[in-house]
C-alpha cells in the first residue's frame, strides 16, 4: 500500500510511533510529514528526535521493510499533494483542532492540510485521529462536514472491554482501530 501520515502538535505521539512501527514490516510506502508543534511533541512526549527513532528503526532496502519517506510540512509538491499519485489511504494522528479545521475549511497552507484535501476529492480513505478534549460546537461542526465528506473521525477514545495491562495495550487498539479503516493489501 500507499500510504500518507500527517503527525500535528496534538497531544498523542505514541500513536504515530505506534502505527509506524506496526507498518513498518508490511513491505509498504510510507509517506510521514511531522508538522512543526508534531516534531515538538514527539520530542516532549517520547524523549526522542523523530529522525533519532527512524534511523534506529529498519527501513528501506531492508527485506519485507516499508520504505519511509519524510517529507516537509512545507513541500506542496511532495507526492501525497498530488491526486494523481493514487494514495491508498491518508492519516493524520495525532490530529490536532487547527489541522481537521483547516481541512474542513479547504485551507491546503501545508502539506498534511493539503493531502487531507486531495484525500476528500479523490474519494480516498482519510482518517484523523482527534486529540482533545472537551470539544467545542465549532469543532463539531467541522467534524460533522468532514464526516458527511466521507473522513473517519476517530476520537483517540480507547475502549476498556478488552482489559488492558499496559499503556501500549491502549495505544495498540487506536493503532489497530486506524489501520482497520485501510483498503486491505
Known amino acids: 500500500m500507499r500510504i500518507a501520515i500527517g503527525v500535528t502538535g496534538g497531544s498523542g505521539a505514541i500513536y504515530a510511533r505506534r502505527l509506524l512501527e506496526k507498518l513498518q514490516p508490511g513491505g509498504h510506502t510510507i509517506h510521514v510529514t511531522l508538522t512543526k508543534y508534531g516534531n515538538w511533541v514527539w520530542k516532549e512526549e517520547l524523549d526522542q528526535d523523530f ?52 481541512i474542513a475549511c479547504g485551507i491546503a497552507d501545508n502539506l498534511v492540510t493539503r493531502f487531507g484535501d486531495v484525500a476528500i476529492k479523490e474519494k480516498r480513505p482519510l482518517i484523523l485521529l482527534i486529540r482533545e478534549a472537551p470539544l467545542l460546537e465549532l469543532h463539531l461542526e467541522r467534524m460533522l462536514a468532514l464526516a ?38
Open 51 to 102: 529522525r533519532e527513532w527512524k534511523d534506529g528503526m529498519k527501513w528501506d532496502g531492508e527485506e519485507g521493510a516499508s520504505d519511509l519517506i519524510v517529507d516537509s510540512v512545507n513541500d506542496l509538491y511532495a507526492e501525497p499533494s498530488w491526486g494523481l499519485k493514487k494514495f491508498d489511504g491518508y492519516i493524520v494522528a495525532p490530529c490536532s483542532m487547527r489541522t481537521m479545521s483547516g
Open 148 to 185: 458527511r465528506a466521507g473522513v473517519v473521525i476517530l476520537p483517540a477514545s480507547p475502549g476498556f472491554y478488552l482489559k488492558p495491562k499496559t499503556i501500549e495495550d491502549v495505544v495498540d487498539f487506536m493503532v489497530d482501530k486506524m489501520i482497520s479503516y485501510l483498503p486491505e493489501g
